[in-house]
């Protein structure tokens, strides 16, 4: 086999691992500061995908849109996300998290099927193109053919994780979250509302979403089942690198999506999502805190 081909298919697998890893990261945001996920996270992904379609020429017809350019439908769109993850905190897991319960976990599921219960009365179910400035054209580097679209992905990932890294450790909200994430109970008798702190990670969980939408959709399309199978990869990531483990997660989407792309080349499609469930399993199995994450040691 030729190895130019394997690299190719190695680094665009890799690159649209880091998909997975963005989502992982916005699972990661909520544990930190409540413990909880927000397991409807897929259909914020293609509801805010949706909206931002709407924000441009191709909303919910060929003739209907806001027409706006895509420098002012990103931003759009991740301040929808952003709102549908209030939404999600306020409706779906304050109430769980204040009277102790798990009660969130059956809510987000919830909150999750009415959304794409209304993306599809809503937008219908047809998958719709997403339009994009950048080209499909893909450049040449040490012979590997590399798409524009793929590179976006890699620098609108990394770059909306920086950022919210930078805001975690250098401003006073930043450290009311990482305050909120050591010692909840500790942080409230220090004056930080918990409760804030964590209306905080869920607006931002819903930001990365909505980023991973718009980024995911010009490789992919636009329909209401386009996250159900990101989804599932996506929390796979987080589980194996740890739900605190921070940039590990781009390690591991960027492995998962490498792996991806040559079991589907070696043994077929179908097998493409195996290597997802593996891991899953071999991470339950043998180190349920995952690769990089933190044992936690636990007083009795």
């Known amino acids: 086999m030729n190895a130019a081909i394997i690299g190719q298919m190695a680094i665009s697998g890799a690159l649209m691992g880091l998909v997975y890893a963005l989502i992982a990261y916005g699972f990661q945001l909520t544990y930190a500061t409540s413990k909880s996920i927000n397991f409807g996270q897929g259909e914020l992904v ?25 420098g002012l439908m990103v931003p759009g769109g991740l301040i929808f996300g952003a709102i549908m993850g209030l939404v999600v905190e306020r409706a779906g897991v304050r109430l769980a998290l204040e009277q102790k319960s798990e009660g969130w976990i059956l809510l987000s599921i919830i909150l999750g099927l009415f959304f794409f219960s209304a993306a599809e009365n809503i937008w219908g179910r047809d ?78 969980s819903g930001s990365v979403a909505a980023l991973a939408g718009i980024l995911v959709s010009p490789i992919t399309t636009v329909g209401p089942t386009m996250a159900s199978a990101i989804i599932l990869k996506a929390f796979s990531v987080a589980v194996v690198a740890g739900l605190d483990s921070g940039f590990g997660v781009v390690l591991v989407g960027m492995f998962l999506g490498a792996l991806e792309s040559l079991a589907s080349f070696y043994l077929g499609s179908g097998w493409r999502e195996a290597p997802g469930l593996v891991l899953l399993i071999l991470a339950l199995a043998l180190r349920p805190t995952g690769v990089f994450g933190k044992a936690t040691i636990r007083k009795v």
Not at 50 to 55: A, I, N, V
Not at 170 to 195: C, H, N, Q, Y
Request: glycine residues 10%; charged residues 15%.
């Open 46 to 70: 293609m509801l805010s995908a949706f909206f931002s379609l709407t924000l441009t020429n191709l909303g919910l017809s060929q003739h209907w849109g806001l027409g706006l350019s895509y």
């Open 127 to 204: 998958d719709r193109p997403f339009p994009t400035p950048i080209p499909e054209e893909p450049f040449h580097v040490l012979g590997l053919a590399i798409g524009p679209r793929e590179v976006a992905v890699a620098v609108g990932v990394l770059g909306i994780m920086g950022l919210i890294e930078l805001l975690k450790r250098k401003t006073l909200l930043g450290k009311a979250f990482e305050a909120v994430s050591a010692d909840r109970d500790a942080a409230e008798l220090m004056g930080i509302s918990a409760t804030r702190t964590v209306m905080l990670s869920y607006g931002l």
